[in-house]
């Protein structure tokens, strides 16, 4: 019913930048928050950054100050902008999206598949 198409992504070497971004589509209702995860080899999914309203955003302490988390509600889209890259932000980026489709109801959750990032050399 909802989809998350990612785009970006790939090989980039350290100090260098690259930009994800994620587009919804689908029975969307009301956007609760969006944002990014990111998975590295043999570790848990961690919280990269969430965007709940433009007023407000949430960075993990490791990519605050070098990524920027921005939102389009209109094309209901969310972008992540990484800069100054070093190796261990090597990792899959996933998209997600939480909406409602009452003020009142649970939230659900929805993710994109998947896109590697890779910093080296």
């Known amino acids: 019913q909802v989809q998350l198409v990612e785009s970006g992504g790939g090989l980039v070497q350290p100090g260098g930048s690259l930009r994800l971004s994620c587009a919804a589509s689908g029975n969307i209702f009301t956007i609760n928050t969006m944002g990014w995860y990111r998975q590295a080899p043999g570790e848990q999914r961690e919280l990269v950054a969430t965007i709940p309203n433009r007023d407000s955003t949430n960075y993990a302490d490791s990519v605050k100050g070098r990524f920027t988390v921005s939102r389009d509600n209109a094309k209901k889209m969310v972008s992540l902008q990484m800069n100054s890259l070093r190796p261990e932000d090597t990792a899959v980026y996933y998209c997600?999206?939480?909406?409602?489709?009452?003020?009142?109801?649970?939230?659900?959750?929805?993710w994109g598949q998947g896109t590697q990032v890779t910093v080296s050399g």
């Open positions: 997600t999206l939480e909406m409602r489709r009452s003020p009142w109801d649970s939230a659900l959750n929805y």
